[in-house]
């Protein structure tokens, strides 16, 4: 089992471009999560999905949107980025709200 | 509004001392409360769960305590080896249920 994998490991971004952040489990987890993760201010819910084809907010959701077409995917997107969105994020997994596995991250600078 | 924290002050010990972390919340009533640990450049990795009805929970070198009339979470680490160092962070699911809130988190340092 791979567990939770991230892609891209490292991405850099000028300002205003778009990107999407791919995370895949291969645990048969309903859900899934989306954080940023920045010094000082510890692990921040971006947006979650409680299953397949569903998603909410977290506490950090502006300027972000997800998708959850398959159960093993959790796709998040930066239609617009900003500098502020320079952070390492981090997707995770788990059954209900037990233990969650997260992925390697994902270190984003939006120059 | 809800706080979960955690010092942010790096925790220096000597190897085989005991280290203890704490975690402490505000307006919050969880039903259980999560541990993990989280070395440089990786995602973090659980280590105990521990629920409102249970006072200490173990699991080999590590014990955790729940308090929820202090609103408190001791975690311990006894025999500290130098493998232990990474920074320990403490979550707490929110009082709608849906979504686990992560403190800061402690860096751990364990000197040889």
């Known amino acids: 089992n791979a567990g939770v994998t991230q892609t891209p490991k490292f991405r850099v971004l000028k300002t205003g471009q778009s990107m999407t952040l791919l995370c895949a489990q291969d645990?048969?987890?309903?859900?899934m999560y989306w954080y940023r993760q920045d010094p000082g201010m510890g692990l921040r819910l971006i947006h979650y999905?409680?299953?397949?084809?569903?998603?909410a907010k977290g506490e950090v959701p502006d300027g972000y949107n997800v998708s959850r077409l398959k159960k093993q995917n959790f796709l998040l997107g930066l239609e617009s980025a900003a500098p502020s969105q320079t952070s390492v994020y981090f997707c995770?997994?788990?059954?209900?709200?037990?233990?969650?596995?997260f992925g390697p991250g994902t270190r984003l600078t939006v120059l | 509004s809800q706080k979960i924290e955690q010092n942010s002050e790096a925790l220096n010990i000597q190897e085989g001392k005991t280290a203890t972390l704490t975690c402490n919340y505000t307006?919050?009533?969880?039903?259980?409360l999560q541990w993990y640990r989280q070395d440089p450049g990786r995602g973090p990795v659980f280590l105990l769960l521990?629920?409102?009805?249970?006072k200490e929970k173990r699991k080999e070198r590590l014990k955790v305590t729940f308090d929820t009339t202090l609103k408190q979470s001791l975690f311990h680490i006894t025999a500290s080896q130098p493998a232990d160092s990474a920074t320990y962070l403490c979550?707490?699911?929110?009082?709608?249920?849906?979504?686990?809130?992560f403190g800061g988190g402690t860096r751990l340092m364990v000197k040889p």
């Open positions: 979550a707490l699911v929110n009082n709608a249920g849906n979504m686990l809130t």
């Open positions: 995770a997994s788990s059954n209900r709200l037990n233990e969650q596995f």
């Open positions: 521990i629920r409102e009805n249970e």
């Open positions: 999905s409680v299953g397949e084809g569903t998603t």
């Open positions: 307006n919050y009533s969880p039903a259980y």
């Open positions: 645990m048969n987890h309903e859900y």
